[in-house]
């Protein structure tokens, strides 16, 4: 009988965290969800890390084979164009799904689900799309809206990670990623601001010139604060 009752008061108490972390390339978002995931599972907690992104796979995937076929420069753009418009179709109707499957199936599975990117970093995307391709602005708010509805909850907590600028060519090289282009990082500067402005249960952690462990010392002070996690 006491067994039972343990059984169901944990069931009761169960209450799934969704953590999303976001930021530059060479932020840390990476690094900061491994360090949190070992860290609560070391402390028994049941932690699921995970990343929800946007996929080009039709630009990615095409645009190279119509490269080689010698199509003019301006004949390139209007399918690069087109291929991005589909992709993002694709991503608005796939995204969802796999939200549901890696986010909020895994919260019922886990105390913890710690995403990267998830919403705050596809808009992105579909924002630099919108600029650079001169998609538009109806056609990406529309499928924004939509992403929106299917994947925002006010129950995120959202950690956006910084750097300074000046540092992100040294970590790109160590991790040896491709240079990030700066219509890039100033979309991504601009909606990670406006996210932290309009949205609850976000924070900012600047990694500049600290540790790992001090970084994430930071975040658990802050997530103990507002009663996320207990004190660890």
């Not at 490269?67 to 004949?75: A, D, E, K, T, Y």
């Not at 300074?164 to 790109?172: E, I, K, Q, T, V």
């Not at 890039?184 to 609850?200: D, G, P, R």
Request: include cysteine; glycine fraction near 4%; hydrophobic fraction near 45%.
């Amino acid at each position: 009988m006491q067994r039972i009752n343990r059984t169901v008061h944990a069931f009761l108490t169960f209450n799934p965290k969704v953590i999303v972390f976001v930021g530059t390339v060479g932020s840390g978002k990476s690094t900061q969800i491994r360090y949190m995931a070992l860290y609560l599972k070391k402390r028994g907690e049941r932690v699921k890390p995970t990343y929800l992104k946007t996929y080009f796979l039709l630009t990615k995937n095409l645009l190279r084979v119509f490269r080689n076929l010698g199509i003019s420069v301006r004949g390139l753009y209007r399918i690069h164009r087109l291929l991005v418009m589909l992709d993002l179709i694709i991503n608005t109707f796939l995204l969802p799904f796999l939200g549901l499957v890696r986010v909020k199936l895994a919260s019922k599975l886990f105390r913890y689900v710690l995403v990267e990117e998830y919403l705050p970093g596809i808009l992105v995307d579909y924002v630099h799309a919108m600029i650079t391709l001169k998609l538009s602005r109806e056609f990406v708010m529309g499928l924004t809206s939509i992403l929106f509805k299917m994947l925002y909850s006010r129950n995120l907590i959202t950690f956006i990670l910084t750097c300074n600028s000046a540092l992100l060519p040294h970590r790109w090289k160590i991790r040896n990623s491709p240079p990030e282009i700066r219509s890039y990082l100033e979309v991504q500067k601009n909606i990670f601001a406006c996210w932290s402005k309009c949205m609850s249960n976000v924070f900012k952690i600047s990694t500049t010139d600290r540790s790992i462990e001090e970084t994430n010392r930071e975040i658990r002070a802050i997530l103990y604060k507002y009663d996320i996690v207990e004190n660890l």
